[in-house]
């Protein structure tokens, strides 16, 4: 069979693999013999050393060969039995079986019928001397030298069978061509070298430099998949600015900060270029994004153009529709409102003066991206907390006419994570607050203290002022012991907050939630008691304190989130952490927030302690799964690879001089 397209054959053509194997193959990822050879190790076991009983050393894993003394089995309970034996009387090793037939059990046959073996595991300190509890044993010598690669299972296929096929794929390496530009290959291992190391690798170092080459091809790939296609489409040139941004300007009531006056300057250089703009906004809660947006819907209508703002709730549609309404209508700017839960007149109303362009901005939710919504011009999209929405619905927004788009996030993203859940977009940070906005005073509180923190809610409600009290379930869960909203309500209300008007809202409530916002919006409630549906947008100036249950089991960057709902008037807030955890690693995360207001260094905190797989629940957002980079450990890789994509589209948009690179872009998965 010629070698030439082997890679692309199905993997019923390896030893070994006919149909029933391939299915199994299959949940793997494995449909084609590239994909074998693109599918890594998880981990490796080294087996560059074979050392005697008398050279180890306790606390690794090594590969030991020596003589097998003193063997013997004996029962332990109900089937289970205990191998013990010694490798030439200084490595005591043991194995646990289960054997509930008469006679000694299969292993303990196999290891009567030889002399000598060789073990695998972490050796640890024992009574006498060093010990393998369980080890991994060879009766012959292991074939394979080196690192011995381990890759992902499914039941029917084994280690052996893997590297078996991974042997066999590698005989057709010539196949696969470089995809890197020269720029980059010339830091790095060429392509065919280092899948073979990265698979079979000599030792660690070539373990390393294999691994990086394909860490940084991966980033490489996805940053051009993210960026092609964005970079070569033609967009609106809005005009500069003129009469109608100069007014919105003057009615500010405040003076913006020079982070806000950056943020101005790069959207309007965006906006006038003929490419479409993609930015990202991110900044505090309270920094001032809005305005910048307000400044875009202003430029846009300014050229003739519309806008669409996305936000993730109704509420939030609602308060942001009476703001433009308040900021924009006075410059003769016309603002509506389309949502779900309008009347279905109403909707079909702004639905047609919205296509004929009697509107110039409308907020909404999802509504604005259904079939029936048309626009005369859509020349800007806003999408408010775009963690909240998927890939696929800021793609059917930009669907509705090729906009400049401009993205706003109060949470803030290690820039990390950013280059990947953001990749496509231009990022600006306003980390600057307006000088009247005061830091929230954080306190993390013992459980005992519990009834002093209510009573001070009470004392603060007293005073005119209202509160946030949030827990992280909405029912309680037989699988975690956590305080949860609904039953903690009831018991607050006869209790401690008795005195206090008290109501709940959480994500599994229908259009009632809105009606309890509204009346803690409107002050006919002095304690609303929520779920993480408050995190986001909910402005209410009275809003003075919040107290947080479980505080450990929420997200760093969630606490900050949470805790900008208060102090936003003009008294301070304050927020009370209440966590019912003792461990050290529990009590390191909080007291991050607590003695810090800067919710970039907290975001960047939180990714240390608790990985990008949990941050903002990053793979809800379209994150790949990386197959070998890792978002911490490769940050400067994810950074030189975000900028080559750039600098290779600017000068190739359509990648015509890199045909290789267009097949390999079309077998990436993003």
Request: hydrophobic share 40%.
């Amino acid at each position: 069979m010629q070698k030439q397209g082997m890679l692309s054959r199905p993997v019923t053509v390896l030893p070994g693999v006919g149909t029933r194997k391939a299915q199994s193959m299959k949940g793997l990822g494995l449909e084609t013999v590239r994909d074998v050879l693109f599918s890594f190790p998880r981990t490796y076991k080294d087996f560059q050393k074979v050392l005697s009983p008398d050279q180890v050393e306790p606390g690794s894993v090594q590969l030991v060969h020596g003589p097998l003394l003193h063997l013997r089995e004996r029962p332990i309970s109900q089937g289970r039995r205990l191998i013990q034996a010694t490798l030439g009387g200084q490595l005591g090793v043991t194995w646990f079986v289960y054997h509930r037939a008469p006679g000694p059990s299969f292993l303990y046959r196999k290891l009567q019928k030889v002399r000598e073996v060789w073990v695998y595991g972490i050796v640890k300190e024992g009574a006498l001397f060093p010990e393998m509890a369980s080890p991994e044993v060879f009766t012959r010598q292991p074939v394979h030298q080196g690192l011995m690669p381990v890759y992902p299972l499914v039941t029917g296929i084994s280690n052996d069978q893997r590297v078996k096929w991974v042997r066999e794929s590698l005989k057709y390496l010539d196949e696969i061509q470089e995809c890197l530009p020269q720029n980059l290959l010339d830091s790095y291992l060429g392509r065919q070298e280092a899948l073979r190391q990265i698979h079979f690798p000599k030792d660690w170092e070539h373990y390393a430099k294999a691994r990086e080459r394909l860490a940084c091809e991966e980033l490489f790939l996805f940053h051009l998949g993210l960026q092609r296609g964005q970079r070569q489409q033609e967009g609106f040139a809005h005009q500069p600015d003129g009469e109608l941004a100069a007014r919105y300007l003057r009615q500010l009531p405040f003076e913006l900060t020079e982070d806000q006056k950056e943020a101005l300057r790069q959207v309007a250089e965006d906006m006038e270029a003929g490419q479409p703009m993609r930015r990202l906004i991110q900044g505090e809660v309270g920094s001032g994004k809005t305005v910048v947006a307000e400044y875009g819907a202003v430029k846009a209508v300014a050229s003739g153009g519309q806008v669409a703002m996305m936000v993730p709730t109704e509420v939030l549609a609602r308060q942001m529709a009476q703001r433009l309404e308040k900021s924009l209508g006075s410059l003769g700017i016309r603002v509506a409102l389309l949502i779900g839960n309008m009347k279905a007149k109403e909707q079909q109303a702004v639905r047609e003066t919205l296509a004929e362009g009697e509107i110039d901005v409308v907020v909404g939710t999802h509504a604005l991206i259904t079939d029936k919504v048309e626009y005369r011009n859509l020349t800007l999209a806003i999408v408010d907390e775009q963690h909240r929405f998927g890939v696929r619905q800021r793609a059917a927004l930009l669907g509705k006419g090729n906009p400049d788009l401009l993205v706003m996030s109060a949470t803030p993203i290690p820039r990390s994570l950013a280059l990947t859940v953001y990749g496509d977009l231009d990022t600006t940070e306003i980390r600057q607050l307006p000088a009247n906005r005061q830091p929230v005073d954080t306190r993390l509180i013992n459980p005992e203290r519990r009834d002093d923190v209510y009573r001070f809610v009470l004392s603060r409600v007293k005073q005119g002022e209202q509160a946030y009290v949030v827990f992280p379930l909405v029912e309680e869960s037989e699988h975690m012991d956590l305080k949860a909203a609904v039953q903690e309500m009831e018991e607050l209300q006869k209790g401690l907050l008795a005195e206090a008007r008290v109501g709940l809202i959480h994500g599994q409530m229908g259009r009632e939630k809105d009606e309890v916002f509204q009346a803690f919006a409107r002050g006919e409630l002095d304690v609303l008691i929520a779920t993480t549906v408050v995190e986001v947008g909910m402005n209410v100036p009275n809003a003075t304190v919040m107290v947080i249950e479980n505080a450990e089991r929420f997200g760093l960057a969630q606490l900050h989130q949470l805790r900008g709902r208060v102090g936003r008037g003009e008294k301070p807030g304050i927020c009370f952490l209440l966590a019912y955890s003792s461990s050290p690693h529990s009590r390191e995360r909080l007291e991050v927030v607590r003695k810090s207001n800067d919710g970039f260094f907290i975001a960047e905190e939180d990714l240390r302690l608790r990985g990008p797989g949990d941050l903002l629940g990053v793979r809800q957002w379209g994150q790949p799964f990386f197959r070998l980079a890792d978002l911490q450990e490769d940050r400067e890789l994810l950074r030189l690879a975000a900028e080559a994509a750039r600098e290779l589209l600017s000068g190739d948009a359509s990648l015509q001089g890199y045909p290789e690179l267009v097949q390999e872009l079309d077998q990436y998965p993003i």
